[in-house]
């Protein structure tokens, strides 16, 4: 076997075209353009704004995507199309589509989950499908006895902003089409609404959602019998899954020669490292971290990159991935910004309509949301404070 090593430049891999391969490829621009050959493999021709998905059956219009080969192109990244199928560290080859394969030195694995639905016959929001409909849903649920639709957060969901994203969302189209008395619920497995945030953020959430008559019910767990009744502890009444909306549930990738946990997401360290295998690092939604969000994603890949790049001799300290969360949630009028370390020393969390980070982006990454840019000046506007609950202090309070 040849050295890889003895090329003239090592050739660094980035399998995903996603938000943690995107960061990963402009951080290792950033940082060793001159002393290794970079190129990202992706099967598909286009960056995805996942987090504005949400947006589209409200809008009708797509969510932002972007050419990936133009892109990696300015920035000195080559693409290569094909979608990792095995992964072989003795020769460090991977094979593409199961029929080529690609050399490489070192490897960022950011391939993202695999979604199944979480409840037979329940409504399921597929961020790549764009086929909610929502209007019939409203009309479905407001038609029933008790006139109600319930968004469930499945178990072992770690990310369940989209959800109550739609749930606001929902709350404007039921008034838009003059539906207001439909009653929306949210039930969670959660001990309060978006608590990941801290108790603060949590506070301003569910102060929110009164404000907009969504009512929720934490703590629970819904199961589904064989007739496809949907049963929420301890005694409610059976509710049927054409009366919900609820999110898919995320699985790891499982790709042959890399290990997995039990769920199939691959085991790294801080530093991005894949448990075992000396060349290969991972990030984002296809790790064993238990949070799978965009701007942790960004996080894992920079520390990735950075350990990549001490590696080859640049002039970095690599720092380890320590998670802060930084979400905003769409409410259908002005975006909430929250902000928390997960790791710990900031409890309470913070909840703001003002930015806490810049470019505003939804999803916040040290190289990524400069990439996307920033939103157009009608987003960038001062809030106009429209929202009907305000942050003042940490403790939100109604509006006058
Ligand atoms: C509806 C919704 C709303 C969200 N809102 C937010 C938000 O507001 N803020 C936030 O921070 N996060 C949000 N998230 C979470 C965020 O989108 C994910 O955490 C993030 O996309 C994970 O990044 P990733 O790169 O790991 O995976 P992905 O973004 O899923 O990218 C994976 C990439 O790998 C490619 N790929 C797959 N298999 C292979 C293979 N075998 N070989 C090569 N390439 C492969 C895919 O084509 C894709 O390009 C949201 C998610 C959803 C679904």
């Known amino acids: 076997m040849s050295d890889p090593w003895a090329r003239a430049k090592p050739r660094v891999v980035i399998a995903g075209g996603g938000i943690a391969g995107l960061e990963a490829a402009l951080a290792l621009a950033d940082l060793v353009a ?9 099967p598909d021709p286009e960056f995805v704004y996942k987090p504005l998905t949400v947006e589209e059956p409200f809008t009708e219009r797509p969510a932002e995507r972007r050419e990936l080969e133009p892109a990696l192109a300015r920035i000195g990244v080559q693409l ?3 979608a990792v199928t095995s992964v072989d560290p003795d020769t460090r080859t991977l ?4 029929r080529s394969r690609l050399p490489y030195d070192l490897l960022v694995v950011c391939v993202g989950g695999r979604v199944r639905a979480a409840y037979d016959g329940v409504e399921t929001f597929w961020s790549n499908r764009g086929d909610l409909g929502v209007d019939e849903l409203i009309r479905r649920a407001h038609a029933a006895l008790d006139r109600g639709l319930t968004l469930l957060v499945p178990p072992a969901t770690s990310w369940s902003l989209p959800l109550y994203e739609l749930a606001l969302l929902i709350r404007r189209r039921s008034d838009e089409l003059g539906l207001g008395d439909l009653r929306l619920r949210l039930v969670t497995p959660e001990s309060a609404p978006l608590i990941i945030f801290g108790s ?7 102060a929110l959602l009164a404000a907009r008559r969504i009512s929720v019910e934490a703590n629970r767990l819904v199961t589904q019998d064989t007739s496809g009744m949907l049963h ?3 005694m409610g009444v059976p509710l049927a899954p054409d009366l919900a909306l609820t999110l898919p549930v995320i699985e790891g990738p499982r790709i042959a020669g890399l290990p997995a946990d039990p769920r199939g997401f691959i085991p790294a360290d801080l530093h991005g490292r894949v448990e075992g295998l000396k060349d290969v690092y991972a990030a984002g939604d296809g790790t064993s971290f238990p949070i799978k969000q965009g701007g942790l994603a960004t996080q894992q890949a920079d520390a990735a990159a950075e350990h990549i790049a001490a590696r080859l001799g640049a002039e970095v300290e690599p ?29 309470a969390g913070t909840a703001s309509l003002d930015f806490l980070w810049w470019p505003p982006q939804k999803v916040a990454g040290r190289y990524l949301s400069a990439w996307l840019g920033q939103p157009t000046l009608t987003d960038v506007e001062p809030p106009s404070r429209a929202l009907d609950v305000e942050i003042s202090g940490g403790t939100p309070r109604e509006a006058r």
């Open 34 to 42: 001159d002393r290794a050959e970079l190129a990202l493999v992706a």
């Open 80 to 82: 290569v199309r094909g």
């Open 95 to 98: 094979t593409l589509w199961e």
């Open 200 to 206: 603060r953020a949590s506070e301003a959430v569910a």
């Open 232 to 234: 929420l502890p301890p």
């Open 319 to 347: 720092e380890p991935f320590d998670p802060v969360l930084r979400g905003q949630l769409l409410t259908g009028t002005e975006p909430l910004q929250m902000r928390h370390s997960v790791a710990g020393g900031e409890d």
